[in-house]
């Protein structure tokens, strides 16, 4: 039955790292490549660390409720086994969905940029790449996607 158990949060482990995106400056999409992005200049105005909400996929709350349903299937016997595999699978659940949450949350930046033609906007990205006031930076745009680089 351990055996099970340790399995069971190994292939909770897989399903959650798959679950991660990128929201880094540096990070594109298939998508993206080989299309025309448009380009501005501008030099930091300030840069404020935020959060980056973790994923709320399906994967969490389903791999949860598996190892929770296993786990509680392991108590008791007959229709007490029962009782405690459904209550299992809802806890495992809940705690599934809070880990996958925890687990792809990140640390960001929210770069405020003053625009060469005056104007100043706010990008939030990943903190993967150090930025501060006063930095000459580059902001690249396509189709509504938006990213601060040197």
Partial sequence: MKTTRLLAVGILSVFLAAC????SGSVYSRDD??????????VVESVRLVKLEGTKSPV????GGAVGGI?????????????????????GGLAGSAVEEGVT??????????????ALIAIVQEADEEFKAGD???????????RVTH
């Fill in 33 to 42: 490549a080989r299309k025309v992005q448009t380009v501005r200049t501008g």
């Fill in 105 to 118: 949350r990140k640390d960001a930046y929210e770069i405020t940029v003053k625009l060469d033609g005056g």
């Fill in 136 to 146: 000459k930076v580059r902001l690249v745009e396509n189709g509504g996607t938006s």
């Fill in 60 to 63: 969490g709350t389903i791999a």
């Fill in 71 to 91: 786990a509680g299937s392991s108590i008791g016997g007959g229709r007490g086994s029962a009782i405690a595999a459904v209550i299992g699978a809802v806890a």
């Fill in 20 to 23: 991660a995106s990128s929201n």
